[in-house]
């Protein structure tokens, strides 16, 4: 099932044709189902069998493709590991061709000679692998059910390189993943575009489209010198990437590498998303040296450890996105993103989000850097980022009150910090989770809120409840924890991995608008216990309620969400076309979706509304009261007003009669119940408030509470509203 629009389709074509005027169509000069000369690879071959004027003719001859078992194959050879393939083919005239394009379907890995120089390979390490050498993954073939070849870009400069007019030699080599593997397969294709009208060839098989040479989005191009990015190690590569800015299209072939020009070190990333077909990546940009290098991606701030997050399980393509945008308008750090276009080895792998690594940075999680000596007393305390998630052997520990789930060190990690520094952060964690579980867990001097930042835990919590990510609270859920002199609580966050996100899975009632995460009976028994007893405590839920009002009054409004989402969709309008064409919804990669719509349209439209409906849901399901503090022994002949309220510059408390003159304490707090100013009232009926803290800093627009006071008792309490 491939995602169309019409629309879409008509603006993409109309670019293409734009930006190739010098292109008039398409030809293909080698189908997959020519005959082929070959080779079974039950020796090594001679070495310059891939050259142009090496000598086939007793090599066997047969249609291709050639290979067994997945009912692609017109020549049927035996169990091997390996199969070495020619087709010799005639140009007319190379000064007629723009572009070529050399498309691959392979099981499971191959290496492809133009004239004896390598153009493509895919899944296969080594400069001129051994005749026995075997793939380091499995992979599977596509056209058989219904998927498409693999493109592989030839730029005009390379067929001037590579080509020659007359005669000219397609060689390659094709490997197993082992000898008794259940098939191989080896269907190759090499089409040219061509400057006239002049038809020398044939025409391109119903499956082709013309590759697009430009982009609205950045265009990021890594070379692995024909290496396969590993999960781990990470290899060295080179990366580029071309950003011209907004409004101007990015040239694939022509414009030069001016955002990024240098060398990085990737590897592949991911736990589940691992199985999926387009990859997750983490990289770290390097000097000539391999040292790392702190640069500017795509204007974010200047670091060396970065995320290319492969959007795949998310058709929408924008949840990652969403949940860091809504994490960031709660003034608390979000990885920063952009989306791209990436190539990998010319081959053109979709749209990917650069992100950043979550990390330990001024411009990240602004936290104290541990040093090895950092063993003793205030530096011993922080920072520390922990995450919650699967089983590491030697990277972490099991909580003790829950076997289910795992505390990962992340910074420093397992193999930099000191056996000090493990037992310090294992230990705060460990009594933070017993104080959790005593009977004072919610006494305000020695229960939680003395170990926790309790705003961040509401943020977080607020975003894990909107989105209802199924993963969310028991895997890649991340804590932070400073200095002690520097506040030294426990924070919750940073946010990461949404993809299931906001209806997205179909487990652990995922699609499910109504309901909560925190116990839901389906997933719960993997969560910290955390989040279960913290709405135990009545003040907790009222504080949630008040943020949650807050929010919804302001930065998380239901239109504003909507608009947020549009957005996205309107930026990534013209590649989400070219990125399902790359990456159709097929089989078994449905799992683990909800829903599955037949265009992008549809999947927008689910996403939009869904989380109405989540929205509408916590709206009239909300855990408390907005009341900040507890309020006795309330004297009635008292009452004070706020004038005007809601106000913008200046407020004012006025007791309603004018010979009401009193002595007390007003206190400000913010929706989290943070105390930010107090006044003393001195024989007095009217106090100006002009909308700043105690250190004379404007406060933001919100929701903020107050509390009149005597010397024993609050006497009053109410809302007021900063616009």
Not at 204 to 214: K, L, N
Not at 216 to 229: Q, W, Y
Request: net charge negative; with cysteine.
């Amino acid at each position: 099932m491939k995602y169309f629009s019409l629309c879409i389709l008509s603006l993409s074509f109309f670019s293409n044709q734009l930006l190739s005027q010098t292109i008039d169509h398409w030809e293909t000069v080698v189908f997959a189902d020519d005959i082929w000369k070959y080779r079974v690879g039950d020796s090594e071959p001679p070495s310059d069998w891939f050259q142009s004027n090496f000598d086939d003719s007793n090599w066997s001859e047969g249609q291709g493709g050639i290979g067994y078992s997945d009912g692609d194959d017109n020549t049927t050879i035996q169990n091997t590991i390996s199969l070495y393939m020619r087709m010799d083919f005639d140009i007319v005239d190379i000064s007629q061709l723009e572009l070529a394009l050399f498309h691959a379907d392979y099981d499971d890995g191959f290496i492809a000679y133009l004239n004896g120089v390598e153009i493509a390979r895919a899944n296969m390490n080594g400069d001129f692998p051994a005749f026995d050498a075997i793939t380091p993954v499995d992979r599977e073939a596509q056209m058989y059910d219904g998927g498409l070849p693999v493109p592989f870009t030839l730029s005009k400069d390379k067929i001037n390189q590579h080509l020659q007019n007359g005669n000219n030699t397609l060689a390659i080599q094709v490997h197993n993943r082992g000898l008794f593997s259940s098939d191989l397969s080896s269907l190759f294709f090499f089409s040219v575009g061509v400057n006239q009208t002049v038809m020398n060839y044939s025409p391109t098989p119903t499956w082709f489209t013309s590759p697009f040479v430009s982009s609205d989005l950045p265009i990021i191009k890594i070379n692995t010198f024909g290496e396969p990015i590993p999960d781990d190690p990470k290899i060295v590569a080179h990366m580029g990437i071309i950003d011209n800015g907004p409004g101007n299209r990015n040239y694939i072939f022509s414009d030069s590498l001016n955002d990024y020009n240098g060398q990085i070190a990737i590897e592949t990333r991911g736990a589940s998303s691992s199985n999926f077909p387009k990859k997750n990546y983490g990289f770290e940009t390097q000097d000539s040296q391999g040292e790392n290098n702190n640069v500017k991606l795509l204007g974010m701030p200047k670091e060396n450890d970065w995320i290319l997050h492969g959007p795949f399980s998310d058709k929408s393509l924008i949840r990652n996105v969403l949940a860091f945008h809504l994490g960031n308008l709660t003034d608390r750090w979000a990885p920063r993103t952009r989306y791209c276009e990436l190539f990998i080895n010319d081959e053109y792998v979709g749209i990917y989000i650069l992100m950043e690594k979550i990390k330990r940075d001024d411009d990240r999680v602004d936290i104290a850097k541990l040093d090895s000596d950092d063993n003793a007393g205030d530096s011993l305390t922080g920072g520390y980022i922990l995450q919650v998630d699967r089983f590491e052997l030697g990277n972490g520990w099991n909580s003790p009150f829950n076997p289910n789930h795992f505390f990962v060190y992340q910074y420093p990690n397992s193999d930099d910090l000191t056996t000090t520094q493990e037992n310090y952060i294992r230990n705060h964690l460990t009594d933070f989770e017993e104080v959790l579980a005593g009977g004072n867990f919610d006494d305000p001097i020695i229960g939680y809120p003395n170990w926790i930042d309790v705003g961040s835990f509401i943020d977080h919590m607020l975003v894990v409840e909107l989105s209802r990510d199924v993963d969310a609270y028991r895997l890649s859920s991340f804590l932070f924890k400073d200095k002690d002199s520097k506040g030294g609580l426990l924070n919750a966050g940073p946010l990461w991995d949404f993809n299931l996100g906001f209806g997205n899975a179909d487990y652990c009632d995922g699609w499910e608008t109504s309901g909560w995460n925190f116990d839901d009976p389906n997933c719960g028994n993997d969560q910290p216990f955390w989040w279960d007893r913290l709405q135990e405590d009545t003040m907790f839920n009222n504080q949630v309620q008040c943020r949650w009002d807050e929010l919804r009054a302001g930065p998380w409004h239901t239109d504003s969400i909507m608009q947020f989402i549009d957005d996205q969709a309107v930026i990534l309008e013209e590649a989400q076309d070219r990125n399902f064409d790359r990456w159709p919804v097929l089989g078994n990669y449905l799992w683990p979706n909800a829903f599955v719509g037949d265009t992008y349209e549809e999947e927008i439209t689910y996403l939009k509304d869904w989380t109405t409906g989540r929205l509408i849901w916590m709206d009239e399901n909300m855990i408390g009261n907005c009341n900040p503090v507890a309020i006795t022994n309330l004297e009635k002949n008292i009452s004070l007003t706020v004038q005007p309220n809601p106000f913008s510059e200046t407020t004012n408390f006025v007791f309603e009669k004018s010979n009401s003159n009193q002595n007390g304490i007003i206190k400000i707090y913010d929706s989290l119940g943070n105390e930010i100013r107090i006044f003393n009232f001195a024989n007095q009926n009217k106090l100006d408030w002009d909308g700043k803290n105690e250190n004379g800093k404007e406060i933001p627009a919100g929701i903020y509470f107050y509390t009149f006071s005597n010397k024993k008792n609050i006497i009053q309490s109410g809302k007021i509203i900063k616009m």
